[in-house]
C-alpha cells in the first residue's frame, strides 16, 4: 500500500475518536523550534478567538488484536489495514505543519503484539517530534489502558495532552462488548496520568514543560448498550471527581459492517449526545448534581427540552428568582441564564434595578427567562399554567450549522 493509501485508510480509522479536542495548552517555543500550541485551544471547529485550526488526527495503525464490538478496527473487522512506522508519522506532522495544514498532532493506535509495545511506538512519535525536531505544536497521544506507569508517565512529558478511553459506562456493558478491557484497568491508566502531573506540578524541573498541559480526558460511547443517561452522567462525574479529568466526551454509536448482533441496528440518536453535553455543563460550571438531572420514573434526558428547563418545570417551587437580588448559585438555575450573562447581571446590579430590557440586551433567551425570573418591572405569571411547559418549550426550526458549538459555550 502507497503512502496516501495509508493515510487515507488511518485518518478515516481515527474519526471516531471524539476527545480530541484541546483547551489551554501553553507550550513556549524553544530556540530554532517549529511551531507553537495556540493559547486557545486547538480543536476541529473554532478557538474563543474565532480562528478555524485543526489536528492531524490519525492511528499509528488500525491493525488490533482485541475485538471490541462496537469498533470497526476489531481483529474480526473485514476493514482495509494499514501501519506507520514511526519515521513516517513524524515526517508527515513536520511535514503539514511547515504547509499549513495543521496546528498540531492526535495520535491513536490499534493495538499490536501488546499494550506496552504499541505504547513505546506512540511515545517515540512525540519524543522524535520534541527532541530532535523541537516541534512545539499541540500533541495530543491516546494512553492505552494497561500501558506500564513509566511509559504513560513519558507521554505526558512529551504531550499536551493524555488521554484513556473509559468505553462504556459500566464494566458490565464492557463483559458483553470488549471483554479485554477492564474498568478497573482503564481507570488505573488515569490515576498515573494524575499522580504524575500532581508531582510534575508540585516542583518541575526549571525549564521542563508543565506534564500534559491541557490534562486528560476520555470517551465514552452512547447508545450501543441500553445504559441510561442518568447511568452514563454518574460515571462522567466519578471520573471527573477521582480522576481529575478535563472532559469527559460522550460519542454516539454508529452502525458499522457485520456489528455484533448484541448492537443495535440504528444508531444512536445526535440529540441525546448533545443532551449529555448540555447536562455535563450543568453539571461541571452551573451548581447542578447528577442526581437532580433525572428522575427515578424517568431515568433518560428529555430529547425535546434542554436539561435546565426540564429541571426548571419540574422544580417550580424554586421560581421565581430575583435577579436583583438572588446569589448567583440561584441565578443560573434560571432557563436562558448562561454564565456570562450571570456574571454580568451581578456586575451591573451593584449600579442599577435589571429590568426586562436590560436582560435582552445581554442577549437573554426572553421566552424562557421571563417565565421564571422577577425583575423591577416584571414578574411571572403563568409559573403554575399547566401550559407553561408548551410556552417556554423551543420553537421548531432548521438547526444552525454551529448549533452544537454555541450550546457547548455554556449559555444554556
Not at 478515516?12 to 475518536?17: G, H, I, P, S
Not at 499490536?112 to 505504547?119: A, H, L, N
Not at 436590560?358 to 414578574?379: C, E, G, I, Y
Request: glycine fraction near 6%; aromatic fraction near 8%.
Amino acid at each position: 500500500m502507497d503512502f496516501t493509501a495509508k493515510l487515507h485508510v488511518l485518518a478515516d480509522a481515527a474519526k471516531y475518536d471524539a476527545s480530541c479536542a484541546s483547551s489551554e495548552s501553553r507550550r513556549k517555543r524553544v530556540p530554532g523550534g517549529l511551531g507553537n500550541a495556540a493559547p486557545g485551544g486547538i480543536c476541529h471547529s473554532f478557538t474563543p478567538d474565532g480562528r478555524c485550526v485543526s489536528l492531524l488526527k490519525i492511528l499509528l495503525t488500525n491493525y488490533c488484536i482485541y475485538d471490541c464490538a462496537y469498533c470497526i478496527n476489531r481483529i474480526s473487522s473485514d476493514v482495509p489495514r494499514a501501519r506507520f512506522g514511526v519515521d513516517e508519522v513524524v515526517n508527515l506532522t513536520l511535514e503539514f505543519y511547515r504547509r499549513n495544514y495543521i496546528e498540531g498532532l492526535f495520535l491513536s493506535s490499534g493495538i499490536i503484539q501488546s499494550v506496552d509495545y504499541t505504547m513505546e511506538q506512540i511515545v517515540e512519535v512525540a519524543r522524535r517530534l520534541r527532541v530532535d525536531h523541537k516541534f512545539c505544536g499541540y500533541i495530543h497521544l491516546k494512553g492505552a489502558p494497561g500501558a506500564s506507569k513509566e511509559l504513560l508517565v513519558e507521554a505526558g512529558k512529551y504531550a499536551d495532552r493524555v488521554s484513556v478511553n473509559i468505553e462504556m459506562s459500566s464494566q458490565c456493558d464492557l463483559d458483553r462488548l470488549a471483554p479485554a478491557k477492564q474498568h478497573d484497568q482503564i481507570e488505573e491508566s488515569m490515576s498515573h496520568l494524575q499522580n504524575a502531573a500532581l508531582e510534575f506540578g508540585a516542583g518541575p524541573t526549571p525549564g521542563q514543560p508543565k506534564f500534559a498541559p491541557a490534562g486528560q480526558t476520555t470517551q465514552m460511547v452512547i447508545g450501543a448498550t441500553p445504559a441510561s443517561d442518568a447511568e452514563i452522567l454518574a460515571k462522567a462525574s466519578n471520573l471527573y471527581r477521582d480522576h481529575k479529568l478535563r472532559r469527559v466526551y460522550f460519542s454516539a454509536f454508529c452502525p458499522i459492517p457485520d456489528s455484533h448482533s448484541e448492537l443495535p441496528s440504528k444508531a444512536a440518536p445526535l440529540v441525546r449526545e448533545h443532551r449529555l453535553y448540555q447536562a455535563d455543563w450543568l453539571v461541571r460550571f452551573y451548581g447542578f448534581d447528577v442526581k437532580e438531572l433525572t428522575t427515578p420514573e424517568e431515568q433518560d434526558l428529555s430529547m425535546n427540552t434542554d436539561p435546565k428547563l426540564s429541571w426548571a418545570l419540574r422544580n417550580r417551587a424554586f421560581f421565581p428568582v430575583d435577579v436583583n437580588q438572588a446569589p448567583r448559585e440561584a441565578l443560573l438555575r434560571i432557563p436562558g441564564f448562561g454564565v456570562r450573562a450571570v456574571d454580568r447581571i451581578l456586575r451591573i446590579r451593584k449600579h442599577q434595578r435589571l429590568k426586562l430590557a436590560d436582560l435582552a440586551k445581554l442577549h437573554v433567551p426572553m421566552n424562557r427567562a421571563r417565565q421564571f425570573a422577577v425583575t423591577a418591572d416584571s414578574r411571572p405569571q403563568m409559573l403554575d399554567a399547566e401550559i407553561l411547559a408548551a410556552q417556554v418549550a423551543p420553537k421548531a426550526a432548521q438547526m444552525p450549522l454551529f448549533a452544537a458549538q454555541q450550546a457547548l459555550t455554556g449559555e444554556l
